[in-house]
Structure formats: C-alpha cells, structure tokens
Antibody, heavy 121, light 107 residues
C-alpha cells in the first residue's frame, strides 16, 4: 500500500527555521516525483514545487521560488520542505503528494495527511 | 502566468446531476486532474487524464474536456459528495497549478 506520512504539527516564531518531512512507503520512492502543496486557513490549494527523487532536481512555483527549499533523501525515502526564516504568513497546512503520469497527463495520486505549521510571536 | 479558473460554489439536489468546470489555456494541451477535499481531510484524486477514475471512486464521477475547459460531472449526487473540488494541470514549463476550488453543496 502506497503511503506518505508527514511529520507532526509545528509551532514556531517568526524568523525561526523549520524543516518538515514526508516519508514514502509501499512503492519505489526513487521512481516518482514528490510535490508540496500549501493550504492557508480557509483557503484553496496552492502548488509550491516539486522534486524528482531520482536526481533531486527541484522546480518551484513562482510565488515560492526563493522562499522555501525542497529536498530529498532517497536513502530513507523522505522528502523535505525547508524554511530558513519563517513569517506569520507561512501559517498553513502543508501537504506532500506523489506525482505520476507522463506527457500530457499528470496527477497527484497519493497524499500525505498534512502538516499544520503555525507561526506566531 | 497560467491560471485555472473555477466557480466558487455550486449546489445540487440529492440524486441530481452537477457539473463543475475549470477553464485555462493550459487545458488546451494538458489534461486536468480533479481532487476532492472534505473538511479537515487531505485531498484525494477523483479523476485524472482522459476520464480515468481513481481507485475506489464511484462511477457517478466522470471527467471531460472541451477546448480549454475541463469538467467534472457527478451523475446522481450523494450527500457524501459534498466537498471542495479542485482541478489541477501544468504548463509548458513544468509548473503545476490548481484552480481556486469549487464548494459543492448537496441539498
């Protein structure tokens, strides 16, 4: 069974750093992409970026380029989302998801349970 | 930059048919995927590609595309279908995007 299990909720202060994780199991982790999605309170889904586990090549959405870093450790089947300096506006639930597909059709077919990040002074 | 546009809300009477649409230039090339998100839960994929239902999704859900508009149709809506629905796709640069979401109410 494919599973993505995310790290637990975090409460941080503005300016602090944070790395949250997403561990995959039940499939060959290195053969797929992992994406990160933000959902601010009461709002819709926003695509943040994506990483191909096989070569750790990451791509970011325009709003998130330079704001976060997506990385992966294929040896432990885990992807990460990292902030070097959090802002209050980073308060949101963050989801990881596996992407599969090719050519003209791509889909996020399995999702983690979400990690709530609260940034408050 | 590319955008996907969805109506904010739609309602349907129990057992009736409802269509949720998603419009964007990229849909003229790339297929949309559709996701259902119930309150407090992670999204799940409902439809991908050329009308491929995800595992466990009832056959009352179907997808289609015409021009730059993708549609998700629920034929015989049930109370458990009440949720937020999001479309997603990608552009030519490998940037993915979501529509703003449509809140479905089943009356």
């Amino acid at each position: 069974e494919v599973q993505l299990v995310q790290s637990g909720a975090e409460v941080k202060k503005p300016g602090e750093s944070l790395k949250i994780s997403c561990k995959g199991s039940g499939y060959k982790f290195s053969d797929f992409w992992i994406t990160w999605v933000r959902q601010m309170p009461g709002k819709g889904l926003e695509w943040m970026g994506i990483i191909y586990v096989g070569d750790a090549h990451a791509r970011y959405g325009p709003s998130f380029q330079g704001q976060v870093t997506i990385s992966v450790d294929g040896s432990i089947n885990t992807a990460y989302l990292h902030w070097s300096s959090l802002k209050a506006s980073d308060t949101a639930t963050y989801y990881c998801a596996r992407m599969q597909g090719g050519s003209l059709s791509w889909t996020f077919d399995h999702w983690g349970q979400g990690t709530l990040v609260t940034v408050s002074s | 930059s590319s955008e996907l546009t969805q109506g904010p809300a739609v309602s349907v009477a129990l057992g009736q048919t409802v269509r949720i649409t998603c419009q964007g230039d990229t849909l003229g090339t790339y297929y949309a995927s559709w996701y259902q998100q119930r309150p407090g839960q992670a999204p799940i994929v409902v439809i991908s590609g050329q009308n491929i239902r995800a595992s466990g999704i009832p056959d009352r859900f179907s997808g289609s595309r015409s021009g730059i508009t993708a549609s998700l149709t629920i034929t015989g809506a049930q109370a458990e279908d009440e949720a937020d629905y999001y479309c997603s796709s990608r552009d030519d640069f490998g940037i993915h995007l979501f529509g703003g979401g449509t809140k479905l109410t089943v009356l």
